[in-house]
Structure formats: C-alpha cells, structure tokens
Nanobody
Framework: QVQVAESGGGLVQAGGSLKLSCAASGNILSIKSMGWYRQAPGKQREMVAVITTGSSADYADSVKGRFTISRDNAKNAACLQMNSLKPEDTAVYYC???????????WGKGTLVNVSS
C-alpha cells in the first residue's frame, strides 16, 4: 500500500509565497512521476505541475513563471514553491504519485491554500 501526504498549505495574502511538500511512503515499486493538482470550489481538478523521475517538469499555463516543482528521488518527495500568489490560486492542492509498470495513481488527502486579496 502507498501513502501520500501533503503539508504546507495555509492562508496568505496576494503576492505572497507558500511552499507545499509531498512525501510518498509504503510499498512503492518505482515512482514514475510526482505532481500537484488543485481543485477550487465548483471547479474540476486541474493539473498544476508534474515532474518525472528524470526531472522533466510540466506546468499549467496559469502558474508558469510563478510556481516551481522540485523532487528528491531518494526520499520519494516533491515540493511546490509558489510565489506571487493570486486569489485565483485558492484551492485544495493534492499531491499525485504515479508508480509501477502501470503508472498507478496515488493521491494525498489535499491541503488548502487560501489566497486573500
């Protein structure tokens, strides 16, 4: 079984910064990618940033230049540095881990990021 845990959410003013952390543990055969998704009230979950084992990163257009994803393969961990936060970044942020030959999805429970104007 695989456990995924996020931390680092909170309340911040517009223009501020937050750093989210994610750690995966348990019976992890081989992590293919780690990423962050978010879901705002009344909206669908969307990809924010994803990074592969080879450190190739992909970002949503709305966060390019403001967010940076990084990964520590040895610790099965990833971080999302969020700068210049906007009220529209307010959402529950979920860590996603894809692992194994079938790229199985594992999700954390989410952490709330609330950006006030």
């Amino acid at each position: 079984q695989v456990q995924v845990a996020e931390s680092g959410g909170g309340l911040v003013q517009a223009g501020g910064s937050l750093k989210l952390s994610c750690a995966a543990s348990g019976n992890i055969l081989s992590i293919k990618s780690m990423g962050w998704y978010r879901q705002a009230p009344g909206k669908q979950r969307e990809m924010v940033a994803v990074i592969t084992t080879g450190s190739s990163a992909d970002y949503a257009d709305s966060v390019k230049g403001r967010f940076t994803i990084s990964r520590d393969n040895a610790k099965n961990a990833a971080c999302l540095q969020m700068n210049s936060l906007k009220p529209e970044d307010t959402a529950v942020y979920y860590c996603n881990v894809r692992a194994g030959l079938m790229w199985v999805n594992y999700w954390g429970k989410g952490t709330l990021v609330n950006v006030s104007s």
